[in-house]
């Protein structure tokens, strides 16, 4: 009886490893969604495209099923739009739907930096250094792409920082839209070098530890951008 109950608890071992094993291989979902993420943000996938679950399995070399879940993942930020009897497509993003986007980034973003100004700990306001510095080094180098993730993450690195586990899920939320529009106003003549002096006055709020200037620098960044995408929009008569 022992060395049934022995060999048991074996197995039991044996299969608890595997598992540990496999929760570590990323799962094809997973895959998918960072694939096709990064097609749609590129421009690689255009807006208005339709996205064929049988091209896509085949481009990435994978079954329909991780495809069709990353898909509806992607509908859910707003970066798909999953139309019934005709399939999916990339989204659309109209003038208005900027607007609203930037109204709410604009709203949350101020509140992210000011909350960061009162909670922040050095560690965190290194961080938020760092990726302003980094942004700086993009811009210098005339790095476009690598300076929309930057922006990315300096800007998560607030939110981080306020320690509103809320206000960070609503702002990763918009991530994938907003990142769809840096794109546009990033590859915009002196948008990026505007655009880091702000990030210098959001910063610079945050580390004298002034919530008011923070969310005034923060709100201000976010509707001068929206502004600009906007103009540019208008005069390309198209959607983003």
Do not use: W
């Amino acid at each position: 009886m022992c060395i049934v109950l022995d060999n048991r608890e074996q197995n039991l071992k044996k299969i608890s490893v595997q598992l540990k094993d496999f929760s570590n291989v990323p799962r094809l979902a997973d895959m998918a969604y960072e694939a096709i993420h990064d097609a749609i943000v590129s421009k690689t996938l255009q807006p208005g495209s339709k996205l064929l679950v049988r091209d896509l399995a085949q481009r990435f070399g994978i079954s329909y099923t991780p495809v069709k879940e990353a898909l509806v993942r992607l509908a859910g930020e707003g970066l798909v739009q999953i139309v019934p009897r005709k399939g999916a497509y990339v989204a659309l993003l109209t003038i208005p739907d900027v607007v609203e986007i930037y109204e709410l980034r604009e709203a949350l973003e101020g509140l992210a930096a000011a909350k960061a100004a009162a909670m922040a700990t050095e560690d965190q306001l290194a961080k938020i250094a760092g990726y302003l510095n980094d942004g700086k080094l993009c811009v210098a180098g005339g790095e476009v792409k690598r300076y929309s993730d930057v922006d990315i993450l300096f800007h998560s690195a607030i939110a981080e920082a306020s320690v509103n586990i809320r206000l960070l899920e609503a702002l990763k939320k918009l991530q994938s839209q907003v990142r769809l529009l840096m794109a546009t106003s990033a590859s915009l003549p002196g948008r990026p070098q505007r655009s880091i002096q702000q990030h210098e006055q959001i910063y610079e709020a945050i580390r004298c530890r002034d919530p008011n200037a923070a969310d005034d620098a923060a709100k201000h960044h976010v509707r001068e951008a929206r502004e600009v995408i906007v103009s540019y929009l208008k005069t390309q008569d198209r959607m983003a």
